[in-house]
């Protein structure tokens, strides 16, 4: 039996979990450093077809003018076919970088993985 993993509930719409929290504190640090210009959490929903549409974690701006669409997972795992399908959908439709966000554990040395899609 193949057991999925799903979040406990669902939070309110621009809530973020604990996950997405810590790559906002992440993405901080970076604008500080001068390495992103920009970032917003839950900002822009994404048409991709008529009542399809993808809503991705943050949209980052970096130093180097790049948009970067970015959705934080707790692990690739947690990512669903259907998600898969729409991220990799938008990333032929749209100008931007798409990428998926993943945590390392602290037992391999911590941050953050960045999977482009």
Request: proline share 2%; charged share 25%; no cysteine.
């Amino acid at each position: 039996m193949n057991k999925k993993l799903y979040a406990l509930g669902r939070l309110k719409t621009g809530q973020m979990n604990k996950t997405e929290s810590a790559y906002s504190q992440h993405l901080e640090l970076q604008k500080r450093a001068g390495e992103v210009l920009w970032f917003a959490f839950d900002a822009v929903k994404l048409r991709l077809a008529d009542n399809t549409f993808l809503s991705v974690d943050f949209f980052v701006m970096t130093k180097g003018l790049e948009l970067q669409a970015i959705d934080v997972k707790g692990s690739m795992a947690i990512a669903t076919e259907d998600a898969k399908a729409k991220m990799k959908f938008a990333s032929d439709k749209f100008p931007f970088r798409f990428f998926y966000v993943v945590p390392v554990a602290k037992k391999n040395g911590g941050g953050w993985n960045l999977i482009e899609v």
